[in-house]
């Protein structure tokens, strides 16, 4: 720990502009708006999607109470936007709290007054995966597949060899398991998963 | 030892253990009625009628009974003998017709054996089944005027039928929302909003009497409403009132869109100013319905901003009477008081107002210790400012020749019309929601000690001492609150709630207390939720207090309820005897109040 | 707006079935610590006398002919609206609600987010917040009479898919962070320390923690465990705060916990279904 200042140090020292006028007999009004002041950190302000971090997953859109996220499909060309207007926001914060990768990002920024509303509003862009046999757009994000593979242990992975099932849509996975079960015809483990070899023909496979 | 998330929301998958807890209709009727005093005499008095009784959760009894004696029901215990100020609260109408074919009307008693101990009070729901073709029941509001207004709600938004109403207006939907349709009905979806002409219907002017109505649109402060004075010369015979401009269809929002922790922001924004009591209110009856102890520390702080949004209210209001009687120094000099309270509030929360603290389950963020020192600090300096400014303002001629004797309220009546909060206490009436009933579930008021102040007269100027003496023992309560903070969790994780429960929470707010109903429905949305605001109750007896005082003291007698709808704009004077119109503004008409130099 | 230079402005204030959080901001404003009046804006009482409507709330049934009333009124030129308060921007939580007047056509779920207001009266400025500071208003009212510049503007942003590099400005690549730490450990930990400190704490506390133990198994890797103790011992010599000292404390142990469980869980899957190795 190098650093010399513990985090609520930092927080503690934060001082308001006004805040030492009440000790003097001074004018108590503040000189705002003739120069630019901060809000004290811990403020809510509007909240800021980072692109980089952003997998689309929509838990934000599912806790918004006044509904300022909303998601808009657009399953022809294969995209998924998110799209937050900060018209409607109430700052209650719920978003930040559930992201699941910190994309959400909590901001101190008040200074939102405008004459058009085409301003507050912020959009990502996401483009969906499509499944490999039949090209159907999925509803999950590459990104959402992406951050999976980091999250599940690469033992998971292998087990149940999800590497490939993964960007399927549902009818061509029930189509493979139908497949495989017919080709193993009632074998005890679940038809995808992979076995030891007790008998030399390939049971292992794409499932 | 160290619990995990996984672990607790196991723990609270819903079983039935309802038949343990008195809830079942199979439920040991005679260990119910022998927890409370009262109850079995009640259940003797009217046996034949009670279907099944059950208990709800900790202090709240259900008597399921015909409703043909409903009012007699209702009368027997608000015209208690011995227990003296127990009091109709409110009623909820709910549309049960997808699950059993029926309405449901059930009127909420809130029962105070003895004053102020939480212990042996408790709250009597009495439930009236009605037939889904034919809702329509018996009206109590003749001999309780307390159930006038609701009575009314119910028959504009589900369409009962009170028989034997005094005075069967359209209550709460705007004029021009066509008859017939009745919003909170299930067959009706939360966003069909027809549209007709409008149409009004006023009362009708008595004898020998001039009307001057006083508009919706305001200058300056509280919502818009209307008022309609009968005056005679200068004295006011008669009132009547329109309001619910503000009716933003709240209760089938929480219905219709919105998961159970959503709808706790949406109460949080029911009032601006009152916010953070609506939002502990429905929490607790949430957290009631599916038994779950919340930890200590997050009532502890829950208590300690609900104080907080006290302190600061009660020095707004403060600022608006000294305003409404023409001292506008006071006014600027009350709120530059209470500036620091909203920059303590801000660094604690995020916001000035509408903190967003609360979640079902606990609270959101954490006190960390240099929050502490802070609020200490800001609590000195409101307690030091405020002492000098009432050692002005309460001794300047101005203010109390302007406040006293005026707007009494008679202990009788304030009992009649169920008047809570401040406005009750300056009358006598010794209740308050923080130790009359048990609030342990959801905050710390058991393990904090102060004085509730009452007084005796009932006019405007017992108001104001009222509030400025609550004021003080909220300081010292906030002391207490930082000094003895426990540690531990801050918030417990809420799996599932279980479906079709129901139960109620309330809080002592600045005005009064607040009341919410809670019924939950399937996949963790809301079947039902009913709030009642205190100036609900506190405004129909607004006429009383104005019958016989000159129109001059019109504005500070109704400021001084606190109103959480203020009034007036344009009003016009129509003088009987000369004939002549005269149109004056609403700032113009406060003037009247403002530069009255009257008769001292 | 005509865009004039507008100087010392009158302003009429009107409700429009608003929670009044909003209203007491703007009489907060007139207070003496955010004083309008010294930038010459006057609140009068009477809208024939005015320049400059407020307006706060969503729009309910019953208040709309009032507000068309009162904005017809007001002399006809300038007539400025100011919208305050998310409410009036777009109709806020509100807005598709029965009680309410919104006649747009998905009921105030399109990009723009009507609602409110704007229905009936052309608003020529938004001021959004649940209720906006006064220093929010004084920032609105300052841009109204060109003290301030306009500082928000629209953003639109394409998120690219990983692995592919962007060549627009406003394409932008995946980039998971690295921690020293995987990630499922990271998720868990995170949602645990919402638990026990909130929301707006727990991302500098689990950063600081998570520093610790890269450190702990870069200098020790044999013995992470009592070289995290030491080095969380030192950090509370830095940082004094009761409750921060109780969530390190806590996290330490939560996170040994989660190492030797998934450490048994995998061991336990490997023995119930022998896999081969690589396919």
């Known amino acids: 720990?190098?650093?010399?200042?513990?985090?609520?140090?930092?927080?503690?020292?934060?001082?308001?502009?006004?805040?030492?006028?009440?000790?003097?007999?001074?004018?108590?009004?503040?000189?705002?708006?003739?120069?630019?002041?901060?809000?004290?950190?811990e403020y809510r302000g509007i909240p800021h999607i980072n692109?980089?971090?952003?997998?689309?997953?929509?838990?934000?859109?599912?806790?918004?109470?006044?509904?300022?996220?909303?998601?808009?499909?657009?399953?022809?060309?294969?995209?998924?936007?998110?799209?937050?207007?900060?018209?409607?926001?109430?700052?209650?914060?719920?978003?930040?709290?559930?992201?699941?990768?910190?994309?959400?990002?909590?901001?101190?920024?008040?200074?939102?007054?405008?004459?058009?509303?085409?301003?507050?509003?912020?959009?990502?862009?996401?483009?969906?995966a499509y499944c490999e046999e039949c090209g159907e757009y999925l509803d999950f994000t590459e990104r959402q597949i992406e951050y999976v593979r980091n999250i599940l242990p690469k033992d998971v992975f292998d087990m149940y060899s999800l590497e490939d099932r993964i960007t399927l849509t549902q009818e061509e996975k029930m189509r493979r398991t139908v497949v495989k079960l017919r080709e193993t015809e009632g074998n005890v483990y679940p038809a995808f998963m992979l076995v030891k070899k007790k008998v030399e023909d390939d049971k292992g496979g794409e499932e | 030892m160290v619990t995990t998330t996984k672990d607790l929301e196991a723990h609270f998958e819903f079983e039935c253990r309802a038949c343990e807890n008195g809830r079942c209709a199979k439920a040991n009727v005679d260990a119910i009625l022998s927890e409370r005093?009262?109850?079995?005499?009640?259940?003797?008095?009217?046996?034949?009628?009670?279907?099944?009784?059950?208990?709800?959760?900790?202090?709240?009894?259900?008597?399921?009974?015909?409703?043909?004696?409903?009012?007699?029901?209702?009368?027997?215990?608000?015209?208690?003998?011995?227990?003296?100020?127990?009091?109709?609260?409110?009623?909820?109408?709910?549309?049960?017709?997808?699950?059993?074919?029926?309405?449901?009307?059930?009127?909420?008693?809130?029962?105070?054996?003895?004053?102020?101990?939480?212990?042996?009070?408790?709250?009597?729901?009495?439930?009236?089944?009605?037939?889904?073709?034919?809702?329509?029941?018996?009206?109590?509001?003749?001999?309780?005027?307390?159930?006038?207004?609701?009575?009314?709600?119910?028959?504009?938004?589900?369409?009962?039928?009170?028989?034997?109403?005094?005075?069967?207006?359209?209550?709460?939907?705007?004029?021009?929302?066509?008859?017939?349709?009745?919003?909170?009905?299930?067959?009706?979806?939360?966003?069909?909003?027809?549209?007709?002409?409008?149409?009004?219907?006023?009362?009708?002017?008595?004898?020998?009497t001039t009307l001057v109505p006083m508009g919706p649109a305001h200058m300056g402060i509280e919502e818009p409403a209307h008022f309609r004075l009968f005056v005679r010369g200068e004295e006011i015979v008669d009132v009547d009132y329109r309001g619910f401009y503000s009716h933003r269809g709240i209760e089938k929002t929480g219905e219709g869109r919105l998961t159970y922790n959503q709808v706790l922001f949406l109460a949080e924004r029911i009032c601006g100013i009152c916010g953070y009591q609506h939002s502990v209110s429905y929490a607790m009856a949430v957290e009631r319905l599916a038994d779950v102890e919340i930890p200590d520390r997050a009532r502890y702080i829950r208590t300690l901003m609900l104080e907080l949004e006290r302190i600061h209210n009660h020095l707004l209001w403060v600022g608006i009477a000294a305003h409404m009687v023409g001292y506008d120094t006071g006014f600027m000099h009350a709120w530059r008081i209470r500036e620091p309270v909203m920059w303590l509030v801000e660094r604690l929360t995020g916001n000035r107002k509408q903190y967003g603290m609360n979640i079902v389950g606990g609270v959101r963020r954490d006190l960390l210790d240099y929050r502490k020192e802070d609020v200490l600090k800001t609590v000195k300096q409101i307690r030091e400012g405020t002492q000098t400014f009432l050692d002005i303002a309460l001794n300047t001629n101005t203010f109390i020749k302007r406040a006293e004797g005026v707007g009494i309220l008679p202990y009788k009546v304030a009992k009649a019309?169920?008047?809570?909060?401040?406005?009750?206490?300056?009358?006598?009436?010794?209740?308050?929601?923080?130790?009359?009933?048990?609030?342990?579930?959801?905050?710390?008021?058991?393990?904090?000690?102060?004085?509730?102040?009452?007084?005796?007269?009932?006019?405007?100027?017992?108001?104001?001492?009222?509030?400025?003496?609550?004021?003080?023992?909220?300081?010292?309560?906030?002391?207490?609150?930082?000094?003895q903070m426990p540690d531990g969790d801050i918030m417990v994780p809420i799996g599932k709630l279980p479906e079709y429960e129901e139960a109620l929470g309330f809080t002592e707010a600045h005005r009064g207390e607040v009341v919410h109903y809670v019924m939950t429905g399937e996949k963790n949305k809301v079947y039902r939720w009913k709030v009642r605001a205190p100036t609900y109750n506190n405004l129909p007896a607004v006429p009383e207090m104005l019958k016989g005082y000159h129109v001059a003291d019109a504005p500070l007698i109704i400021a001084s309820i606190d109103p959480c709808y203020s009034c007036t704009e344009r009003v016009q004077f129509v003088d009987m005897n000369t004939g002549k119109i005269k149109v004056l503004t609403e700032a113009e008409f406060n003037e009247l109040s403002i530069k009255y130099r009257g008769v001292f | 707006?005509?865009?004039?230079?507008?100087?010392?402005?009158?302003?009429?204030?009107?409700?429009?079935?608003?929670?009044?959080?909003?209203?007491?901001?703007?009489?907060?404003?007139?207070?003496?610590?955010?004083?309008?009046?010294?930038?010459?804006?006057?609140?009068?009482?009477?809208?024939?006398?005015?320049?400059?409507?407020?307006?706060?709330?969503?729009?309910?049934?019953?208040?709309?002919?009032?507000?068309?009333?009162?904005?017809?009124?007001?002399?006809?030129?300038?007539?400025?609206?100011?919208?305050?308060?998310?409410?009036?921007?777009?109709?806020?939580?509100?807005?598709?609600?029965?009680?309410?007047?919104n006649t747009s056509p998905q009921r105030g779920r399109d990009r723009l987010r009507s609602g409110g207001p704007e229905m009936i009266v052309p608003i020529d400025m938004y001021i959004p917040g649940c209720p906006p500071s006064p220093e929010e208003i004084l920032y609105g009212i300052a841009q109204l009479l060109g003290i301030k510049e306009k500082k928000m503007k629209g953003e639109y942003w394409v998120a690219l898919p990983p692995e592919v590099?962007?060549?627009?400005?406003?394409?932008?690549?995946?980039?998971i962070p690295d921690r020293p730490i995987p990630?499922?450990?990271?998720?868990?930990?995170?949602?645990?320390?919402?638990?026990?400190?909130?929301?707006?704490?727990?991302?500098?506390?689990?950063?600081?923690?998570?520093?610790?133990?890269?450190?702990?198994?870069?200098?020790?890797?044999?013995?992470?465990?009592?070289?995290?103790?030491?080095?969380?011992?030192?950090?509370?010599?830095?940082?004094?705060?009761?409750?921060?000292?109780v969530a390190m404390r806590f996290l330490e142990n939560e996170f040994w916990r989660m190492v030797k469980e998934y450490h048994e869980w995998g061991e336990a899957l490997k023995e119930k279904y022998p896999v081969t190795a690589g396919v």
């Open chain 1, 1 to 41: 720990m190098a650093e010399s200042v513990s985090y609520t140090e930092k927080l503690k020292k934060w001082n308001r502009y006004e805040a030492e006028k009440f000790s003097k007999k001074a004018p108590v009004t503040t000189p705002y708006p003739f120069i630019d002041i901060e809000k004290p950190p």
């Open chain 1, 51 to 128: 692109p980089e971090k952003c997998i689309g997953c929509g838990a934000c859109v599912n806790v918004c109470p006044p509904d300022a996220l909303i998601m808009e499909w657009d399953k022809e060309h294969g995209v998924k936007r998110l799209t937050y207007n900060a018209a409607r926001c109430i700052r209650c914060a719920r978003c930040i709290e559930v992201c699941p990768t910190g994309a959400m990002e909590p901001t101190t920024r008040f200074e939102v007054a405008t004459d058009n509303k085409e301003d507050l509003v912020e959009v990502v862009e996401h483009k969906l």
């Open chain 2, 37 to 208: 005093e009262g109850l079995r005499d009640f259940y003797e008095a009217f046996k034949e009628h009670i279907a099944s009784c059950k208990r709800m959760t900790y202090g709240q009894y259900m008597f399921a009974i015909d409703r043909e004696v409903l009012p007699d029901a209702v009368l027997w215990w608000h015209n208690h003998p011995k227990y003296k100020e127990t009091h109709m609260s409110t009623a909820v109408g709910t549309d049960e017709r997808p699950l059993n074919g029926h309405f449901v009307y059930m009127p909420f008693i809130s029962v105070q054996v003895e004053p102020l101990n939480m212990d042996k009070n408790y709250w009597v729901f009495l439930r009236a089944y009605l037939p889904g073709d034919d809702p329509s029941f018996p009206s109590v509001a003749k001999n309780l005027p307390a159930a006038l207004w609701i009575e009314r709600e119910v028959k504009d938004l589900l369409g009962f039928k009170p028989t034997n109403h005094p005075d069967p207006k359209r209550l709460i939907l705007p004029e021009d929302f066509p008859d017939g349709v009745y919003p909170l009905r299930k067959d009706m979806d939360y966003r069909h909003s027809p549209i007709t002409e409008p149409t009004t219907e006023y009362r009708k002017t008595p004898e020998d």
């Open chain 2, 417 to 483: 019309y169920s008047v809570l909060g401040p406005t009750a206490r300056a009358s006598g009436r010794k209740i308050d929601a923080r130790l009359d009933q048990a609030t342990r579930t959801a905050t710390a008021y058991d393990e904090v000690d102060f004085k509730v102040p009452v007084y005796k007269e009932g006019d405007v100027l017992a108001r104001v001492l009222v509030r400025m003496d609550e004021l003080f023992e909220s300081l010292w309560i906030v002391e207490q609150l930082i000094d």
């Open chain 3, 1 to 101: 707006m005509g865009k004039q230079r507008l100087k010392s402005v009158w302003v009429y204030h009107v409700d429009a079935g608003s929670c009044n959080g909003c209203d007491i901001e703007v009489l907060d404003v007139l207070s003496p610590y955010y004083d309008v009046e010294r930038l010459g804006v006057k609140v009068v009482p009477n809208p024939r006398h005015a320049d400059v409507l407020f307006i706060t709330g969503p729009l309910t049934r019953q208040t709309r002919i009032m507000i068309k009333k009162a904005y017809e009124a007001m002399p006809p030129k300038p007539r400025i609206v100011v919208a305050i308060g998310t409410c009036a921007s777009s109709g806020g939580i509100f807005y598709n609600s029965y009680a309410l007047y």
């Open chain 3, 165 to 175: 590099e962007s060549s627009k400005e406003n394409e932008i690549k995946f980039k």
């Open chain 3, 183 to 245: 990630l499922r450990y990271w998720l868990t930990l995170r949602e645990e320390l919402r638990r026990v400190v909130g929301y707006y704490d727990r991302d500098a506390v689990l950063n600081d923690f998570i520093e610790l133990v890269g450190r702990a198994y870069e200098e020790a890797p044999d013995s992470p465990e009592e070289k995290l103790h030491d080095l969380v011992t030192g950090y509370f010599l830095m940082e004094k705060d009761s409750r921060v000292q």
